[in-house]
């Protein structure tokens, strides 16, 4: 396989690059400082959204490490009560004011709530921005498969999603969604990909770490870049943000990542609440 590197990027169908690796910053207890460090260790890739309630913050994390917005890629999303044409364009603008940005890398509709007809106006609200040149690519979060399809079905919906970012680790392998998205060029973005530290010590996963001299996350993590994931890790530690990115320069082997695939059972880190086959 080609070599990956943290500098690594999945195409996306809006002709933009998405980086592998990113920086998840949901439930940050020092998310400036915490962007600002993994910035400092080469992420250029930020994960945020309105309901983090983190946008600020991690703007200013941007504008703190003096890297230009052209070297990063930074991702937001439109939180559920603003799903109207006028509301996702409002809080497309609401983000930029808080990042700082001139443009939004991805913007994701966060939720397929409330409802059909309210996520397919926000969805037109999110062309509106890329029309004006506010965001470069969108996309959707926590959606299944029927819930895209009912999308690319309405009028006036001319830009498909370029990503579908849904919890996905070992554990919960979402295979449905995965097989979809490949068959509709949609990137799998995956979040909680280390759920949330609650099976880390799986003896399967530790048994493979001994074996490559590695940490159990970074077997996790380098196990989504190889199937081809997106993955977007988050925490406030600096030491951990470091271990999160020694995923390159090794790989697991076809064997290894079988006995991996077969972990799957549907274990939900977030108990089931972001379960894109529970809405409508």
Not at 1 to 10: G, P
Not at 219 to 237: A, C, E, N, T
């Amino acid at each position: 396989m080609t070599e990956l590197q943290i500098t690594s990027t999945l195409a996306l169908k809006s002709g933009h690059q998405i980086p592998i690796l990113g920086f998840g910053t949901c439930a940050s207890a020092t998310c400036t400082q915490s962007a600002v460090a993994a910035i400092r260790n080469s992420y250029i890739h930020l994960d945020t959204a309105q309901i983090y309630q983190n946008e600020a913050e991690t703007g200013a994390a941007i504008a703190e490490s003096q890297m230009e917005h052209s070297k990063l890629f930074v991702c937001s999303k439109l939180w559920e009560d603003m799903y109207t044409r006028e509301g996702a364009l409002a809080g497309v603008e609401g983000s930029l004011k808080k990042l700082g940005l001139q443009s939004i890398d991805l913007y994701l509709l966060h939720t397929p709530r409330p409802g059909r007809r309210a996520r397919t106006q926000a969805w037109l609200g999110l062309q509106d921005a890329v029309e004006k040149g506010l965001v470069r690519s969108i996309g959707v979060s926590n959606w299944a498969p029927k819930h895209i399809e009912q999308l690319i079905a309405e009028d006036g919906v001319y830009i498909h999603p370029a990503v579908d970012q849904v919890e996905l680790h070992p554990w919960n392998q979402q295979r449905e969604i995965v097989e979809y998205c490949r068959s509709k060029n949609v990137v799998v973005v995956a979040y909680s990909p280390l759920t949330q530290g609650q099976r880390l010590n799986d003896e399967t996963i530790v048994k493979l770490a001994r074996k490559y001299g590695k940490t159990p996350a970074q077997i996790v993590l380098r196990w989504g870049i190889q199937k081809g994931f997106v993955v977007i890790p988050k925490s406030d530690k600096e030491a951990r943000i470091i271990e999160n990115k020694q995923i390159f320069g090794w790989e697991i082997s076809n064997e290894d990542i079988a006995t991996i695939n077969s972990l799957d059972e549907g274990q939900k880190a977030n108990l089931g609440e972001w379960d894109p086959h529970a809405w409508d």
